[in-house]
Each structure stands twice: as structure tokens, then as C-alpha cells.
């Protein structure tokens, strides 16, 4: 059984423009979160989708948008990047919005140049 | 605000010492996972402790919450190298979205012979 999978594995922008990361929940699950983990720090919680809705977002800016997909794939989206957006971002999914277990993906490594 | 604080964030241990990482939590939460991380990895579930006196054990690694403290433990017993990594705790807030999770720093552990 496919676990949660992540699009592209690795990406180098420049600054200024514009990325979509892409995910794959585990079958039959409808939450997918998002979280950006910096380097040598914990990860950070951006988004929560359920059902296609945005259900929590974190203390990030506007640049930062993401949607669900009827099939339950989401996206992340960043405008105008930064430095700073350099990061691992980990898409997680799991079955409800309240969740017992959360199962991550294995990240897309973004750098910004 | 949520803040959870792990100590150590470094720890180097030999080989068949015993070792405790703890992890505060600043508010109250129904729950708290315990996470590992290898180099360039995505995050890989040890344990969720979801009640006060909660302890779960799997091989060399031990996990215990007492929600009164706000604290957890993850004990490791005669490590080996294999347990090399980082381990993350997080925790979920009261009432929040549960997709939410807020991570400590992390400790990065490393085993030597």
C-alpha cells in the first residue's frame, strides 16, 4: 500500500519567484497538513486541509496558499520567495481532521537562491 | 502560545548506556507523539501517548507522559548505533486543529562505539 507521496523530490528556485509542491495522501485518508522544516529546527505547521477546506493555517504569510483536490491531493503553493523559504517541506496525511496518527511524506527539499 | 521545549539537543552516548531525553510542553494537550528522523529523511512515527501514566515501549526506546508535569520522557536503553538520529516530540493543542502539530527543536543523538 502506497505510503504519502511527495512531488518534486528536489527543487532550486530563485528568488523572486514562484513554487507548487504536490502530495498524495494514503488512500482513504481526506486531511493532508503541510509543514516547513528549516534546517536543524523542528517542523512547522502551515496548513490543514479536509474535505477540499482549509481547516488551520499557521503562522505563515500570505505568499504561502495551498488547496485539496476531490481526490484528496493538495497542494502548496509559495509566491515571491525568499531566501528563507529554503527548506524540507513535509506533507502529511491522515484519515480525519482529528487525527489519531499522522503519516508524513518524504519531503521536497526547496532551495532558494 | 504552544511552545514545546525538548532537552537535551545534543546528546552523545557510547554504546550500552542508558540515556533520557525529556520534552515540556508550555499548555495543556490530550496528546503526544514521539518522532524520528534520519539525515535527509522524512519523519517516522515511534509513539503517540495519548492519557496521564500513558507508557509504550518499543525494543530499546521507552515513552512515558504524565500530563500533570506537562512533561514527557523517551528513554533509551543500551543504545546501539542504530539509534543514531534525531527524535522530535510534538504535541497537539487543546481544542485545536488536530492537524496541528507543534514540534519541539529536536535532539540529535549519536551513538558511538
Known amino acids: 500500500d502506497a505510503g504519502v507521496t511527495q512531488s518534486p523530490t528536489h527543487l532550486i528556485k530563485t528568488r523572486g519567484q514562484h513554487v507548487t509542491l504536490r502530495c498524495s495522501p494514503i488512500?482513504?485518508?481526506?486531511?493532508v497538513s503541510w509543514y516547513q522544516q528549516v534546517l536543524g529546527q523542528g517542523p512547522q505547521f502551515i496548513f490543514q486541509?479536509?474535505?477540499?477546506?482549509?481547516?488551520g493555517r499557521g503562522n505563515f504569510p500570505d505568499r504561502f496558499s495551498a488547496r485539496q483536490f476531490p481526490n484528496y491531493s493538495s497542494e502548496l503553493n509559495v509566491n515571491a520567495l525568499l531566501l528563507g523559504d529554503s527548506a524540507l517541506y513535509l506533507c502529511?496525511?491522515?484519515?480525519?481532521?482529528?487525527?489519531?496518527?499522522?503519516?508524513f511524506g518524504p519531503g521536497t527539499r526547496l532551495t532558494v537562491t | 502560545e504552544l511552545k514545546v521545549e525538548q532537552n537535551p539537543l545534543f546528546l552523545s552516548m557510547q554504546e550500552g548506556k542508558n540515556y533520557t531525553i525529556y520534552c515540556n510542553y508550555s499548555?495543556?494537550?490530550?496528546?503526544l507523539y514521539w518522532y524520528r528522523q534520519d539525515p535527509g529523511k522524512s519523519l517516522e512515527s515511534l509513539f503517540v501517548?495519548?492519557?496521564?501514566?500513558a507508557v509504550k515501549q518499543e525494543g530499546r526506546l521507552m515513552a512515558s507522559l504524565d500530563t500533570k508535569a506537562r512533561l514527557s520522557t523517551l528513554h533509551i536503553t543500551a543504545a546501539v548505533h542504530d539509534l543514531s538520529a534525531t527524535y522530535f516530540c510534538?504535541?497537539?493543542?487543546?481544542?485545536?486543529?488536530?492537524?496541528?502539530?507543534?514540534f519541539g527543536k529536536g535532539t540529535k543523538l549519536s551513538v558511538k562505539p
Open positions: 486541509y479536509y474535505e477540499k477546506e482549509e481547516r
Open positions: 488512500s482513504g485518508h481526506k486531511s
Open positions: 501517548l495519548l492519557s496521564n501514566g
Open positions: 499548555t495543556t494537550s490530550d496528546r
Open positions: 502529511a496525511s491522515s484519515f480525519g481532521v482529528r487525527v489519531y496518527e499522522q503519516y
Open positions: 510534538a504535541v497537539v493543542r487543546d481544542g485545536g486543529s488536530q492537524g496541528n502539530l507543534i
